[in-house]
């Protein structure tokens, strides 16, 4: 199997062309066994792609886990920058077919190398049964989520995977690392969730900590990013754009109720390899 080892801000991910060879039809499993640090490869997830031509492709993403992922903001960022520079893109615009919907990028290209990829993320869903959560309140915001005899106030947003977001004044208290696996498989979330962290700098600044439905602990989380500065808005928190500083790096997020939110960061290959 050939492929390429990618990452956007520390966030990594084993790509495939599956439409240059034949993979197993198992993929979660392939998941499994490529994304081993020790015995495989070694990847937050397995990316899976078609490209369909002029700028197009189709991608499935598969978390470390095995389970697949309906959308992932750093993957396809990469999926985006490889299209491009492979010459599977002719222009500096890039859409994805990915199971959450159809992804639109601009690629920044400088001497024929993708130095940065903007993402149109779409709209964040904001009702519990999209989401989907299991919560008395729509949208879910503030709503305190009762975690081991604790009651802790969490803002639910999806886009186009669900995440838990969670202020640091709210969790000062807690061991993030020992709450966040609890609530990924909390009974409120029917599909888990991915849980962040979020501690706001400035106006204009947001410090997250991922934890990845799947995965666990990860550098970035491009869609993570997305729902904190949604979560921070809906919360009164900010008002406009800010840079969300994760601990892989940095991604710039923008969002007005009721339109589109925009995530901008980098997207780098590591290297290339064949496995037997």
Not at 25 to 32: F, I, K, N, S, V
Not at 185 to 190: G, K
Request: one cysteine or more; glycine letters at 10%.
């Amino acid at each position: 199997m050939d492929f390429v080892k990618m990452h956007g801000l520390g966030n990594d991910f084993v790509m495939v062309d599956a439409s240059a060879q034949a993979l197993s039809e198992d993929l979660g499993r392939l998941a499994l066994s490529v994304c081993d640090r020790h015995f495989g490869i070694g990847a937050d997830g397995l990316v899976v792609f078609w490209p369909a031509g002029d700028g197009r492709a189709r991608m499935r993403i598969f978390n470390a886990d095995g389970s697949e992922a309906q959308m992932c903001g750093n993957a396809v960022r990469c999926l985006g920058k490889y299209l491009y520079e492979e010459g599977l893109a002719s222009r500096s615009r890039v859409e994805v077919e990915t199971a959450s919907g159809i992804v639109a990028l601009a690629l920044e290209v400088t001497g024929g190398r993708v130095t940065a990829v903007t993402v149109d993320m779409g709209p964040p869903r904001l009702s519990p049964e999209v989401i989907p959560v299991v919560a008395a309140k729509n949208p879910v915001v503030g709503w305190e989520l009762e975690v081991d005899g604790l009651a802790i106030p969490v803002t639910c947003v999806s886009m186009g995977n669900p995440h838990c977001v969670i202020f640091q004044e709210d969790a000062a208290r807690l061991n993030f690392s020992a709450l966040a696996p609890r609530i990924e498989r909390h009974a409120a979330f029917p599909e888990r969730t991915n849980v962040e962290l979020v501690e706001v700098l400035a106006p204009d600044r947001l410090a997250v900590t991922v934890w990845e439905r799947g995965v666990g602990p990860t550098l970035a989380c491009g869609t993570g990013a997305c729902a904190a500065l949604v979560a921070a808005v809906l919360n009164g928190k900010v008002t406009g754009p800010a840079r969300v500083e994760l601990p892989g790096g940095v991604l710039e997020i923008a969002w007005e109720p009721g339109k589109n939110v925009f995530m901008k960061g980098p997207a780098t290959e590591v290297f290339r390899g064949r496995l037997k």
